[in-house]
């Protein structure tokens, strides 16, 4: 029996996240301890180049939402493995905070070019029965990836953060690369139907179907839900963002613990997201998304909040796990029911604006964090801020109902 050649693309698509999950996203939290310590730099400068990242994602969005929708997105991908890896060879021979910043913006650069935005919206094309599915078993490669976290700190503490950079560079190429060729732009283009399956009439009968009617990014920017969508998806990004740079340094500096037992308690994070994956690729289209999504905003909210007051290792695996399953669960549903909302024609494009929105989420987490711990000297106001502002998030999904 064939398989479904966009099952070769999830799994891909899920290898290259391994990389961007392990070398980088859950990664920069252990840099930034060790540089804040090694170099004197503060939390608020170093927590700086997370949020150009984030600037450098949103700006680019719409532009390469408009080049995937327009011309595919494997080309793009290839570009940005070879950037990326470039960009922690730079980073690796850096001396100055200037200089540390301008390889970030390199690193940046490559890591937007094959990001979660950007291999998403390529299965979306290829998925609509099995989107929520699809897009759960992507997400594996970005579980995986934090699980393995604390090689890099190994790798750090034995080797220095420097050859860790720079071999974090030649392995990104060399495995990034040849996953990059597998991937294709729709199936209409190489023989397929989407999901694999001959075409048949769509089930409305459930809330959230997928859209019979394809909306154009203007179309989008004038309903409710698109404006719902990315607020409640950048509340969201305001907990994940703040975690990924700021934990492991408040579990280290303010609860007492080793830099290698803070990012134990990340791999536990990715742990949760390993649960959240499954649970989504069980629930599929079973359920409403925007209530599945309102849980997890919840979930995250509790998450931090134990996190910033935990007062033994059992609090603090049950919120590195809570906070784990939110966003495990909570990020395929994200763009999979954008996807349902307002079809797949236009689909790169209205992820893209959107990404101009959810960036004051990604920036904002952890430059509120930062500049509250080098304030008050530590995290807790900063994260019982953020973990406020992600329950109130839930609103925005509970009230963004299918655009007509």
């Known amino acids: 029996m064939k398989t479904f050649y966009g099952w070769r693309i999830v799994v891909a698509s899920g290898a290259m996240q391994l990389l961007q999950s392990l070398l980088l996203n859950q990664a920069f939290g252990v840099y930034l301890a060790v540089l804040v310590e090694e170099r004197g730099w503060t939390k608020t400068a170093l927590s700086g180049a997370a949020a150009l990242k984030s600037v450098e994602v949103a700006l680019l969005g719409p532009v390469l939402g408009w080049m995937v929708d327009r011309f595919g997105s494997q080309g793009i991908i290839r570009a940005g493995i070879v950037t990326f890896g470039i960009g922690f060879m730079l980073l690796s021979q850096t001396d100055t905070l200037g200089g540390f910043y301008a390889a970030f913006v ?60 720079f071999g974090s560079g030649v392995i990104a190429i060399l495995i990034g690369w040849p996953l990059a060729r597998v991937i294709r732009s729709r199936p209409e283009d190489h023989g397929e139907t989407v999901d694999g399956l001959s075409p048949a009439p769509r089930d409305t009968g459930h809330p959230e179907a997928p859209s019979r009617r394809a909306f154009s990014a203007r179309e989008a920017m004038r309903t409710s839900a698109f404006w719902l969508l990315s607020i409640g998806h950048g509340f969201a990004l305001l907990v994940v963002s703040a975690v990924n740079v700021h934990a492991i340094t408040h579990i280290k500096e303010g609860l007492g613990y080793s830099l290698a037992q803070a990012s134990f308690v990340i791999t536990l994070v990715t742990l949760g997201q390993f649960v959240g994956v499954m649970l989504g690729w069980v629930i599929g289209e079973k359920f409403e998304k925007r209530l599945v999504i309102a849980a997890c905003m919840l979930m995250h909210a509790v998450g931090l909040l134990m996190i910033t007051y935990a007062t033994g290792p059992v609090i603090l695996a049950v919120a590195a796990l809570a906070h784990g399953t939110g966003w495990g669960l909570r990020g395929p549903f994200v763009h999979a029911i954008r996807a349902d909302y307002f079809g797949r024609h236009s689909i790169g494009m209205i992820t893209g604006l959107s990404s101009l929105i959810i960036v004051f989420g990604q920036i904002g987490g952890p430059l509120l964090a930062g500049a509250f711990a080098d304030w008050t000297g530590n995290y807790r106001a900063g994260f019982t801020l953020l973990a406020v502002l992600a329950g109130l998030g839930s609103l925005f999904f509970l009230l963004a109902k299918p655009p007509k």
Request: glycine share 10%; no cysteine; net charge positive.
């Open 106 to 165: 390199v690193v940046a650069l490559g890591s937007s070019m094959f990001s979660n935005f950007v291999v998403s919206v390529t299965i979306i094309q290829w998925f609509e029965k099995r989107r929520a599915r699809a897009l759960s078993a992507l997400q594996f490669g970005g579980a995986i990836g934090g699980l393995f976290v604390f090689l890099v700190a190994w790798s750090i503490q034995a080797y220095g953060w420097r050859a860790t950079a």
